[in-house]
């Protein structure tokens, strides 16, 4: 019974996680607000290591101007690649496959009775947390699990530029199981590498990373996973 209600605790805690970085990851937009009032309630309910890494992402948010918190969204997930938020780019690149890897994330919500996302690829990050935290926990930790290379190799771009957003990345990682030998030998492969490119002849899939944002209120509609 002990052992139960750890577990369901340990559960709990890592949808809290999940919950507060998919809303930590979204765009700064007109509803950043209400966002960044949700995220400090749930903070109360973390224990301090968590809530303490998220607090950094958290307490940035709240003292930056809204519209450079937008520019700088931007610059940092959209219009560079080694910091994309769209998993699939890490392990499938400019490739057809890639096609095949966001069904795979579409075909996950639909299985837990929740439609893809119409706003926003599947596959991202924020999509994919959100999925986890108030939808399907074991089929969202999944998910992420079987793409822990890209939330490593996320975090990693984000420290080495300094973006306040790689402690959302820290905490994302600790709800996860520890990384293999094998999720590390990808890791640096991808380090040397980068994402895989199609062959010769082929047409490379056209969405790398999301397209600039030109209008400050633009909404990423998420609600397909709820």
């Known amino acids: 019974m002990r052992l ?3 577990a369901a605790a340990d559960r709990t805690g890592k ?21 960044l009032a949700t995220i400090r309630q749930v903070l109360g309910f973390l224990p301090p290591e968590d809530a303490d890494r998220l607090g950094v992402t958290l307490g940035y948010l709240q003292s930056t101007d809204p519209i450079e ?11 560079r690649r080694k910091t994309t ?9 400019d490739t057809r496959n890639r096609g095949s890897a966001m069904l795979a994330f579409a075909d996950a919500y639909r299985a837990a009775g929740a ?43 984000l420290h080495e530029s300094g973006s306040p957003y790689a402690a959302v990345l820290d905490a994302v990682s600790r709800t996860l199981p520890a990384a293999t030998a094998r999720d590390e030998q990808r890791a640096r492969e991808l380090a040397m590498a ?19 944002r030109t209008d400050a209120t633009r909404i990423p509609r998420r609600e397909g996973t709820r």
């Open 85 to 93: 938020l769209l998993l699939t780019y890490w392990t499938d690149g």
């Open 4 to 6: 139960r209600r750890r």
């Open 15 to 35: 949808r809290l996680v999940w919950q507060a970085s998919s809303l930590l990851l979204a765009y700064p937009d007109a509803r950043q607000p209400d966002r």
């Open 194 to 212: 980068g994402p895989p490119a199609e062959a010769v002849g082929l047409q490379p899939f056209t969405l790398t990373v999301p397209p600039r």
């Open 115 to 157: 439609r893809p996302p119409e706003g926003e690829t599947p596959d991202h990050l924020a999509v994919v947390l959100e999925f986890a935290a108030t939808v399907d926990a074991e089929a969202g930790e999944r998910l992420l699990v079987a793409h822990r290379t890209a939330v490593d190799m996320l975090a990693s771009a």
């Open 69 to 79: 918190a937008a520019t700088r969204y931007v610059d940092t997930f959209d219009m």
